[in-house]
């Protein structure tokens, strides 16, 4: 059982918005930034949002995070096909002095 | 181009061990801290533990706490995990992954990543 509580699937047609919620506790989420990775089938992990609401170079604008209190949420607009892949939130966690992530949800592109 | 490769898994018995590497390129190597994370086949992603750019902070989750431990080498631009009493349920993809500067646990970048299967 994961630390962080992500929803196990979400879906989508194209164009449109979907979000994908991450609940924590206050020793993580309540006292830390959040970052969001994305999986591709068969691909490492990538990260895609970090402190919240930041976008590493190159990650399109149309994925967007925030945080209020111990939960997260990323957002994803104008959804494409290629869009779709397994989102993990994650966040350090200072009880196990280490990062902790959500269980993962599949986004699934209809 | 920052390079992460991993090598060294395999299949192993229970109780047996095994090294993992990670090489890498591209960036200067001994200014970053780095981690290690496994993913269980069709599981989530589970950090497994992490050491500071001059190894002075190290790191583990609990459940591999006495029988893992991360090192690595500033000279040769290596990480590495030796894995002792492996069990059933260290069966995983490890992922090396380097943090983003003065952020600890923001892992900006990864490795491909290599198999390590625990059965008799």
């Known amino acids: 059982q994961s630390v962080l509580t992500q929803p196990p699937s979400a879906s989508g047609t194209p164009g449109q918005r979907v979000t994908i919620s991450c609940s924590g506790s206050?020793?993580?989420?309540?006292?830390?930034?959040v970052n969001w990775y994305q999986q591709l089938p068969g691909t490492a992990p990538k990260l895609l949002i970090y402190?919240?609401?930041h976008r590493p170079s190159g990650v399109p604008d149309r994925f967007s995070g925030s945080k209020s209190g111990t939960s997260a949420s990323l957002a994803i607009s104008g959804l494409q096909s290629e869009d779709e892949a397994d989102y993990y939130c994650a966040a350090w966690d200072d009880s196990l002095n280490g990062p902790v992530f959500g269980g993962g949800t599949k986004l699934t592109v209809l | 181009e920052v390079q992460l490769v991993e090598s060294g898994g395999g299949l192993v018995k229970p109780g047996g061990s095994l090294r993992l590497s990670c090489a890498a390129s591209g960036f200067i190597f001994s200014s970053y801290s780095m981690n290690w994370v496994r993913q269980a086949p069709g599981k989530g992603l589970e950090w497994v533990s992490s050491i500071s750019s001059s190894s002075s902070y190290i790191y583990y989750t609990d459940a591999v706490k006495g029988r893992f431990t991360i090192s690595r080498d500033n000279a040769k631009n290596s990480l590495y995990l030796q894995m002792n009493s492996l069990r059933a349920e260290d069966t995983a993809v490890y992922y090396c992954?380097?943090?983003?500067?003065?952020?600890?646990?923001?892992?900006?970048?990864w490795g491909q990543g290599t198999l390590v299967t625990v059965s008799s």
């Open positions: 402190r919240n609401n």
């Open positions: 206050s020793s993580n989420i309540g006292s830390n930034t």
């Open positions: 992954a380097r943090d983003q500067v003065a952020a600890a646990g923001t892992s900006e970048r």
